[in-house]
């Protein structure tokens, strides 16, 4: 299984992203996807999750609370393919930009994550 984001790239403070997060061998919409970032001398964070939608429950969302009205994480079904849209970039948005993929059906992010990505780098500087 290979996992890849995409997306990353240097901006300005205001400016939006969309990051994409891809996976090899396995269909997305099985998986819970969650979106992490590092930033320099940080640990890293966990920022968003979705997990696996099923006939009786709607999807859960998590955003950590300095993305909260700012970041969209959503799936594309047909492109096997979970966005995460990021608007209103600040400097501390700074990061790379990680996504993983669990097996898990709950109504929380997962505790861990089996597959990860390289990550693909945002930097937001004027």
């Known amino acids: 299984v290979q996992v890849v984001e995409s997306g990353g790239d240097l901006v300005q403070p205001g400016d939006s992203l969309r990051l994409s997060c891809t996976a090899s061998?396995?269909?997305?919409?099985?998986?819970?996807v969650g979106w992490f970032r590092q930033a320099p001398g940080k640990e890293r964070e966990e920022i968003s999750c979705?997990?696996?939608?099923?006939?009786?429950?709607?999807?859960?969302?998590y955003y950590e609370e300095s993305v909260k009205g700012r970041f969209t994480i959503s799936r594309d079904s047909a492109e096997n393919t979970v966005y995460l849209q990021m608007n209103d970039l600040k400097a501390e948005d700074t990061a790379l930009y990680y996504c993983?993929?669990?097996?898990?059906?709950?109504?929380?992010?997962?505790?861990?994550?089996?597959?990860w990505g390289q990550g693909t780098q945002v930097i937001v500087s004027s």
């Open positions: 979705i997990t696996v939608k099923t006939p009786t429950r709607d999807s859960y969302i």
């Open positions: 061998d396995l269909t997305l919409d099985r998986y819970t």
């Open positions: 993983a993929t669990e097996k898990w059906i709950g109504t929380s992010c997962p505790p861990d994550y089996k597959y």
